[in-house]
């Protein structure tokens, strides 16, 4: 049996965002910044797929920017609010310490060039609270930059408590919703998000496209200079196949999103309950507040490497983390964010599942990973002094 239990790092493309993308490679190839007929039935295409995008995320279709994807959108969120924050004296930023890279890397750029940068503790219950955004807040504060949900652990956070709070202060929040688009039910306007990031490839579209929505108003920092595309925030003839498969994809995620919650929500719970079983295991995440299809575990005494490599030749392929990362040797930074320690974290498991998972793949799962487990446990130096009582138990 072949399972792909990864989703979190991609998605398989939906047959609707393939045949999508089809017409506008064989017919409709126009550029949509060209004046003559085949041009603006490109451009037409073109402001269908961002209205259809804004319905989506309860905004105006004005608020709406295609990029290459989430890494790009976050990217320029956040350095649009520190260039913005910087001709106010305003150089202090706010985010978390489980964030995805993209946000990071972002974050240690800016650090270098004298912002003073915030990141919030996620060890209590793998998540931060609102109060915590609160309280980090100060007069020179430029952005709180936020992740909807983590992508490692399944984390979902506080995001309307947050918005509201950024908002009182007026400090403009963004989030990087990349894991929780599709997924879970965003509202930008209700939820007070300024700035916020997807991209197509995490609910069943294609990959290299993504969207920064933007608060009408805001100031935009440009990335990508050369064009007048994008109302000129974001230059480069637009990936119009791409673009309209997107805006598919997160229509059809969205109009049956409580149904596939529903059929997703119950997998996850079955391999949660079952892989809890192994003994000196931890979930990693929320319990409570958790993505629908994410499942994320530590297994004292292995490898995460050698696990993956063995599920894979069970059909089964997982992750250890973020597959932006896959090629580190390091250890997660979500992992020790959270409060693991360097040994534990290295025996980490990410399955991440959609709704073409089934029960049937839920139960092949829980038959190998136990196995695989106690088969790298029985060849483990670590493990050895952990049951003759060399090493004390962590979990």
Request: with cysteine; glycine share 8%; net charge negative.
């Amino acid at each position: 049996m072949f399972v792909y239990a990864d989703n979190a790092a991609t998605t398989k493309m939906s047959k609707l965002a393939i045949e999508t993308m089809v017409p506008y490679y064989e017919s409709v190839f126009g550029n949509p910044s060209s004046l003559h007929s085949a041009g603006q039935e490109a451009k037409e295409a073109l402001e269908n797929a961002r209205a259809t995008v804004a319905a989506c995320l309860g905004c105006d279709p004005r608020e709406i920017y295609f990029t290459s994807g989430g890494s790009e959108a976050d990217n320029q969120a956040i350095i649009s609010a520190a260039r913005y924050g910087a001709r106010k004296n305003k150089k202090h930023i706010i985010s978390t310490a489980f964030e995805h890279h993209a946000v990071l890397h972002t974050l240690n750029k800016l650090e270098k060039e004298g912002y003073e940068i915030t990141l919030l503790d996620v060890k209590e219950g793998h998540n931060v609270t609102a109060q915590q955004v609160k309280d980090a807040i100060r007069e020179d504060t430029c952005l709180v930059t936020c992740m909807y949900a983590n992508n490692e652990i399944g984390s979902v956070l506080p995001i309307g408590e947050i918005g509201a709070i950024c908002k009182e202060a007026g400090v403009p929040f963004h989030t990087d919703a990349v894991q929780a688009a599709g997924h879970l039910h965003i509202d930008v306007k209700a939820q007070n998000i300024d700035m916020l990031s997807l991209s197509a490839h995490k609910f069943h579209g294609p990959k290299g496209v993504g969207v920064l929505y933007v608060r009408r108003g805001f100031p935009m920092t440009n990335l990508i200079e050369g064009g007048a595309q994008e109302r000129s925030k974001r230059a480069g003839t637009e990936n119009i196949p791409g673009i309209c498969a997107l805006a598919a994809a997160l229509k059809d995620a969205c109009d049956h999103m409580e149904e596939h919650t529903a059929t997703v929500t119950a997998m996850r719970d079955k391999l949660i309950e079952g892989l809890s079983q192994i003994p000196h295991c931890a979930l990693n995440g929320d319990p409570v507040n958790r993505l629908p299809g994410n499942v994320s575990f530590c297994f004292e005494g292995i490898e995460g490497e050698s696990l993956l490599l063995l599920l894979d030749m069970h059909g089964i392929c997982a992750s250890s983390g973020s597959a932006c990362t896959s090629g580190s040797l390091d250890p997660s930074h979500v992992l020790l964010a959270i409060g693991r320690v360097h040994d534990v974290a290295h025996g980490s498991l990410r399955l991440s599942l959609s709704h073409y998972n089934t029960m049937e793949e839920i139960d092949h799962i829980l038959t190998y990973v136990p196995k695989v487990v106690q088969q790298l446990r029985n060849m483990s130096p670590v493990w050895r002094d952990l049951q003759n009582g060399v090493r004390e138990y962590i979990l």
